[in-house]
T-cell receptor
Framework: DAKTTQPTSMDCAEGRAANLPCNHS???????VYWYRQIHSQGPQYIIH???NNETNEMASLIITEDRKSSTLILPHATLRDTAVYYC????????????FGKGTTLSVSS | GAVVSQHPSRVICKSGTSVKIECRSL??????MFWYRQFPKQSLMLMAT?????????EQGVEKDKFLINHASLTLSTLTVTSAHPEDSSFYIC????????????FGSGTRLTVV
């Protein structure tokens, strides 16, 4: 799995967009970018994933640069309940192999 | 969507006793389950991978005789912490994936173990 780099922490005002960056400069052609989040004392929750095109779902948008060396997770209207640790994981999708978590970004949303 | 139920959510046990944590996939068959441990303010650390009907594969540094994993069916995996000590106090999380789904990882809600 390619190494990822994320800021340790970020702050966001409630109602504003939260943009969480992830650097994955050594990503290979068949590796996807996944985002998970972990709210305090809960199990991780899947958010979104993509290969090279931008993706959007009901939770967030994922913007991947053209060279695929970095990506940004966008929470369009952050709420207090979005306060969590956000993990960017780069890997080849392969059933039976575990997700390996880095340190992630602690996002704090305040009113 | 896929749901993984993990029990108990929190447990306190005395040093030297054993504790069993259950992880069930409620609406899908989980061919592979994973167990993680998380210490305060740290990320999840993979402990072991278990495939239904076979022995678990443990990560380096994880004592297989201390952390017993059983995955006897496609919907149930258990982690037993044997002879627990205070340093085993942690947040334990299971995850399940199903055959043919490279992106479908579902996590349990975690178990807070405190050994006193």
């Amino acid at each position: 799995d390619a190494k990822t780099t994320q800021p340790t922490s970020m702050d966001c005002a409630e109602g504003r967009a939260a943009n969480l960056p992830c650097n994955h400069s050594t990503i290979s052609g068949n590796e996807y970018v996944y985002w998970y989040r972990q709210i305090h004392s809960q199990g991780p929750q899947y958010i979104i994933h993509g290969l090279k095109n931008n993706e959007t779902n009901e939770m967030a948008s994922l913007i991947i640069t053209e060279d695929r060396k970095s990506s940004t997770l966008i929470l369009p209207h952050a709420t207090l309940r979005d306060t969590a640790v956000y993990y960017c994981i780069v890997r080849v999708p392969q059933a039976g192999t575990a997700l390996i978590f880095g340190k992630g970004t602690t996002l704090s949303v305040s009113s | 969507g896929a749901v993984v139920s993990q029990h108990p959510s929190r447990v306190i046990c005395k040093s030297g006793t054993s504790v069993k944590i259950e992880c069930r996939s409620l609406d899908f068959q989980a061919t592979t389950m994973f167990w993680y441990r998380q210490f305060p303010k740290q990320s999840l650390m993979l402990m072991a991978t278990s495939n239904e009907g076979s022995k678990a594969t443990y990560e380096q540094g994880v004592e297989k005789d201390k952390f017993l994993i059983n995955h006897a069916s496609l919907t149930l995996s258990t982690l037993t912490v044997t002879s627990a000590h205070p340093e085993d106090s942690s947040f334990y999380i299971c995850s399940a994936s199903s055959r043919g789904s490279g992106t479908g990882y579902t996590f349990g809600s975690g178990t807070r173990l405190t050994v006193v």
